[in-house]
């Protein structure tokens, strides 16, 4: 089977799913973190199947009729991952948000999450002949800052959000975060591939870091799409990973990969 470390840490439902008129687990008013009742709630089967290039995992929710089918191909520490949705059920379904993938990042650890010595995220900011600008700081230094906390002292959610509309994918930013963990001198990173509109989100809630990408999200450009019966939607994909070391060896792993 062809995986990494990283894949058999993290990968297993990496993805978030919503659906119109579904109860949502509490998030902010918009889907972040959670999958909505039709994906999440019920009886679910795993069947993990070796590929080519790497691992597919079919998802079957049996009482709500949906099957996801989440790939996963593999190129040295790089995953490269995209989903397939498909309603089983004579019910029509609307799909209303889709990511093409998503990971959490467990934060504990001596220092705090928010303080400026923990984490050092860079995001890349892109115009017209301006390419190419690279801003870095602390989470904290982009807007992310600690929430109430809910039962049992779990943080409740916030969020970073980079994204770009239309066609012209790096209009606004480069459709890349890069994150560092410099306690543990490790460096993790997502990339939404695909020409047209993206957006990446990158959080705390409970006790990790959520960090997830797509271009199907009817918060973001009015997505929806109505899935009949044997109906499916294939979503962008996206890549991601964690490397030992710091932006530099991020930036290395990724150009292998491209």
């Known amino acids: 089977m062809k995986t990494n470390k990283f894949f058999e840490e993290y990968c297993k439902d990496n993805i978030i799913l919503n659906f119109e008129g ?3 687990t509490f998030t902010e008013g918009v889907a972040f973190v959670f999958s909505s009742s039709t994906y999440e709630n019920g009886n679910k089967t795993y069947l993990k199947t070796e590929t080519d290039k790497g691992v597919d995992i079919k998802v079957v929710n049996e009482d709500s009729g949906l099957e996801v089918l989440q790939h996963f191909e593999i190129y040295g520490e790089v995953i490269r ?3 397939e949705i498909k309603n089983l059920n004579d019910d029509e379904k ?3 948000n889709a990511t093409s993938a998503k990971f959490s990042v467990p ?3 001596l220092i705090p999450w928010n303080d400026d ?3 050092k ?3 890349c900011k892109a115009a017209w002949s301006a390419e190419a600008q690279w801003h870095s700081g602390s989470l ?3 807007g992310l800052n600690p929430m109430r906390y809910l039962e049992k002292g779990l943080q409740g959610p916030a969020k970073i959000t980079i994204s770009s509309k239309g066609s012209w994918s790096t209009g606004t930013y480069y459709p890349i975060v890069i994150l560092e963990d410099l306690e543990k001198g490790e460096t993790y990173f997502m990339e939404h591939e695909g020409g047209l509109s993206w957006k990446i989100n990158l959080g705390v809630f409970a006790e990790e870091l959520v960090i997830d990408c797509g271009s199907a999200d009817i918060h973001h450009d009015g997505f929806f799409k109505k899935l ?3 109906d499916s939607f294939t979503t962008t994909s996206a890549i991601y990973g964690k490397v030992q070391g710091g932006f530099d060896e991020a930036v290395k792993e990724l150009t292998r990969y491209k």
């Open 22 to 24: 579904d109860i949502h």
């Open 81 to 83: 991952q995209y989903n």
């Open 94 to 96: 609307v799909l209303t």
């Open 107 to 109: 934060y504990k650890g």
């Open 117 to 119: 010595r923990r984490f």
């Open 121 to 123: 995220l860079h995001i």
């Open 140 to 142: 904290v230094d982009f």
């Open 228 to 230: 009949g019966k044997d």
